[in-house]
């Protein structure tokens, strides 16, 4: 989680190469996190400012992989993904809309 969160700020930052070697080694302390969807996304950004977009695809794509159909089963107006906290369903919501519109996914 300690990686994740250094990646996070690295990556607000504009430090986007950091960023990328601090999340890929959080992915790597702990591979079957959940809480690593966040850092697939976080990823895919940080490799879209460094021009690898197919990287960056690849790993929104595997962000999507991890929740994808929890997401797509919620009703309307539902916001807490199965398995997931309030604040946590409303964190990968928003990073999730935030690098589709950075990597142009629809």
Sequence with gaps: AFQQARGAALFRAGRHADAVTQ??????????????????????MALHALDRKDDARRS?????SIVGDKIKELP??????????????LTLDI?????AILLMVK
């Design 76 to 89: 309307p107006g539902q916001v807490v993904i199965p398995g997931y906290s309030l604040e946590t369903s």
């Design 23 to 44: 999340l890929e080694k959080s992915l790597k302390v702990q591979p079957k996190w959940e809480g690593h969807v966040n850092s697939h996304l976080f990823l895919a």
């Design 95 to 99: 990073l999730r809309r935030e690098a």
């Design 60 to 64: 929104y794509d595997k962000a999507l």
